[in-house]
């Protein structure tokens, strides 16, 4: 049955997805409604929790956060967007992945119109988003009934609607961009790039006054307009019927332009965009400097994604450092004055030592993840590679199996070491133009000691790509780097063993920007890396190309 329409076939490839995605949000959001009861047991502790939720406003609108639906919403703030990697990654790869291995011109050799196939595939992605947004509202309202939250069942569905809308912006914003570029990757990294400026610019309104009309601009603001899990605020129908519509918009242009292109070509940019006629008419980059070995080539391929990669990283640590110093005032009251709040702080992800560092360690536990998904993205174009055929034409050349899987994976693990160089860098200039003070020693630990955690997603993914697709890679992947957020996100509110949290990388991140770099745990992590590493090339060099 499943293999009966393009729209079918589709929508079964992203079956694990849809379970995978739906299920593991839907607890992210239902697990801070079994911890929130012992914070609402007083109306003095009610009181603390508010005033302290006003000074994290830069997370999320501060809404009935003294309810068990104000509180869930409140706390996942923007952590829920995690859900917008799999639609970027998944609309970047719909149809540009397919030209680069030549399937779509199989699937466009039989009686199919080519503006078919595409609604058809459009069209999956939309329903399996509509699919993860249900099993996160009932996910949600079964974790309200349990918790005694007051939402019903249709607020339930209307949260995973609303979460549905945006993810479909995002997914629309990726397929749009993929006609303007060769390969699905630098597709899926704009996009990346483009979901954290949205991120920021709504945070904008909520830590800067009078800056609203920015907000406006970034369409997690109207994702925001609508919260149905706090009753008294409701669903604006407004803001959905945006999203909804930006979403059409977003992918009409983008199937239009698919219409009207050839395959495996591009859309031309517009004449200011494109680069100079003497560079793109030479044919043979003869003795350009990334064909002088397999690394330099390596680093060639992945510069200008690791480049946006490092501005929306380092943009988005100077952007924390800078809404530190302006909620330093109001945060430095409320942490003298209540033990509880204290005791909040350090629950969120602060600590018990510097103010600036409590409060900024919060924020900074994005940068790892943020790093690990920039290394999840890349790992893509490695298993890409060898699925559709490149790789075999450098295997050609004498190059040996293994140097060649080596320097791949040495050019992504520079790429990660230029990244937390660079977020170190800017950190230090935004701390010291805003005048916060900030232990350097251990602002060095929190950027650099991310590096080890990009390190092992991608040897992860180097060992998994022995075995599975490029697209089924990069969802374990993605599904991975989700289960070990939520343990370290979500175990410690539910008061998990000690032997659950170490299972997650996040844990021996720790918090550096309190208590140094975790040098003994980091190198654990790197040696974990060094054995999935091996046994991947292990794999590599033994298997047959393409199996």
Not at 68 to 93: E, M, Q
Not at 243 to 251: D, H, I, P, T
Not at 499 to 525: C, M, Q
Request: proline content about 5%; some cysteine; charged content about 10%.
């Amino acid at each position: 049955m499943w293999l009966r329409s393009v729209f079918l076939k589709t929508l079964r490839d992203y079956r694990v997805p849809i379970l995978g995605w739906g299920i593991g949000m839907g607890l992210v959001v239902v697990s801070p409604m079994a911890s929130v009861a012992t914070f609402l047991s007083t109306p003095q502790a009610r009181e603390q929790l508010v005033g302290l939720a006003a000074t994290f406003a830069w997370n999320a609108d501060v809404v009935a956060v003294d309810t068990i639906g104000g509180y869930a919403t409140f706390k996942i703030g923007i952590f829920i967007f995690l859900i917008a990697v799999w639609p970027l990654l998944a609309a970047s790869r719909m149809l540009r992945a397919e030209e680069d291995r030549g399937s779509l011109d199989v699937l466009l050799s039989l009686p199919r119109a080519r503006l078919g196939v595409a609604l058809e595939k459009l069209a999956a992605m939309w329903t399996a988003l509509l699919a993860m947004g249900l099993l996160i509202g009932l996910l949600t309202f079964a974790g309200g009934q349990k918790f005694g939250g007051s939402f019903s069942l249709g607020d339930g569905l209307l949260f995973g609607l609303n979460l549905a809308l945006l993810c479909a912006v995002i997914g629309g914003i990726a397929l749009l961009i993929s006609q303007f570029t060769q390969e699905a990757g630098p597709a899926a990294g704009s996009t990346a790039g483009l979901l954290l400026v949205f991120i920021v610019m709504d945070m904008v309104h909520r830590v800067i006054p009078n800056s609203e009309w920015i907000s406006r601009f970034s369409p997690i603001y109207y994702y925001n307009r609508s919260k149905p899990l706090v009753p008294s605020y409701g669903t604006n129908a407004g803001a959905m019927v945006l999203l909804l519509v930006l979403a059409l918009v977003f992918s009409a242009a983008a199937v239009w332009l698919f219409a009207r292109r050839d395959v495996g070509g591009t859309v031309p940019l517009p004449r200011w965009l494109r680069r100079p006629a003497h560079a793109a008419s030479r044919t043979l980059p003869v003795g350009d400097w990334s064909l002088r070995s397999v690394y330099a080539r390596s680093l060639g391929m992945i510069a200008m994604p690791s480049v946006w990669w490092t501005l929306g990283i380092a943009g988005f640590a100077g952007w924390m450092i800078f809404v530190v110093q302006q909620m330093e005032a109001r945060l430095s009251t409320l942490f003298a004055s209540s033990p509880t709040v204290m005791n909040l702080i350090k629950h969120i992800g602060g600590g018990d030592a510097s103010f600036n560092a409590g409060f900024l360690s919060a924020m900074f536990v994005l940068l790892p993840l943020f790093l690990m998904a920039f290394a999840v993205t890349q790992v893509n174009g490695w298993s890409a590679d060898e699925q559709d055929g490149r790789l075999e034409l450098l295997l050609a050349t004498p190059q040996r199996r293994l140097g060649v899987l080596l320097a791949r994976f040495a050019a992504l693990g520079s790429a990660t070491v230029f990244i937390g160089v660079i977020t170190l860098l800017a950190s230090a200039v935004a701390a010291a133009a805003s005048g916060l003070t900030l232990d350097l020693g251990n602002l060095a630990a929190a950027t650099l000691g991310m590096i080890p955690l990009g390190v092992l997603i991608a040897a992860v993914g180097y060992l998994a790509a022995g075995w599975l697709r490029s697209a089924a890679d990069t969802g374990l992947l993605s599904f991975l780097l989700l289960i070990w957020f939520f343990i370290s996100f979500i175990g410690p509110e539910l008061k998990w063993p000690d032997a659950t949290l170490r299972l997650s990388p996040f844990y021996y991140y720790g918090t550096p920007l309190l208590h140094g770099l975790p040098l003994v745990p980091l190198l654990g992590v790197l040696a974990v890396s060094a054995v999935a590493l091996s046994l991947g090339a292990l794999r590599f060099v033994r298997k047959d190309i393409g199996v």
